[in-house]
């Protein structure tokens, strides 16, 4: 397998739990949080900051962007610095999600504030998998060769064991199959 379908293969797991979470604050902006477990909410949200910014991120970052750069594809004013920009964008939105759970179902400003971000992380997410899907990863097909590529997914293997932890990632493609059934059937 190409280091890219694996990340694309990740972005798709990431895209049901979009789903999840656009769910999950249409039920939060309706008032019907008391009808979600507050666990769901959060491990959702948990979900995000640990798969797809921990794990699937850092795979971006600490290895294939440097690897592109060093290819010749430009970071500053170019699509490497735009999904930087937007990774901190998303971290931005997760962190405001986190910081409203506790009050969500006493407080409308809570509330709204995690539906404003749920709604925002949303849009700016999908948004950022289909250009890196359709635009960056192509690039990166274009310029790795068969070496180096190899080399990436070896390196993305290791993040996944060292940063997340044995049986980590498994766990949460189980979450993403577990939260598409009970949230989007």
Do not use: W
């Amino acid at each position: 397998m190409k280091s890219t379908e694996q990340l694309k293969n990740e972005h798709e797991g990431i895209k049901i739990m979009l789903d999840v979470l656009e769910h999950i604050a249409e039920q939060v902006e309706k008032g019907k949080v008391s009808r979600l477990e507050d666990e769901d909410i959060r491990n959702t949200v948990t979900f995000f900051r640990e798969f797809a910014d921990k794990c699937h991120h850092t795979k971006e970052e600490r290895e294939l962007f440097p690897t592109l750069e060093k290819a010749g594809i430009q970071k500053e004013g170019g699509p490497i610095g735009v999904m930087l920009d937007e990774h901190e964008m998303g971290r931005n939105h997760i962190k405001a999600m986190l910081e409203s759970l506790d009050d969500l179902a006493e407080s409308e400003i809570a509330a709204g504030k995690f539906v404003d971000n749920a709604y925002a992380y949303v849009e700016l997410l999908r948004q950022h998998i289909e250009k890196e899907n359709d635009i960056l990863f192509r690039m990166a097909d274009l310029s790795l060769g068969s070496d180096m590529d190899n080399k990436l997914f070896q390196r993305f293997e290791e993040i996944e064991e060292k940063e997340m932890g044995e049986g980590i990632h498994e766990k949460y493609h189980e979450m993403i199959d577990k939260y598409r059934e009970k949230f989007l059937k």
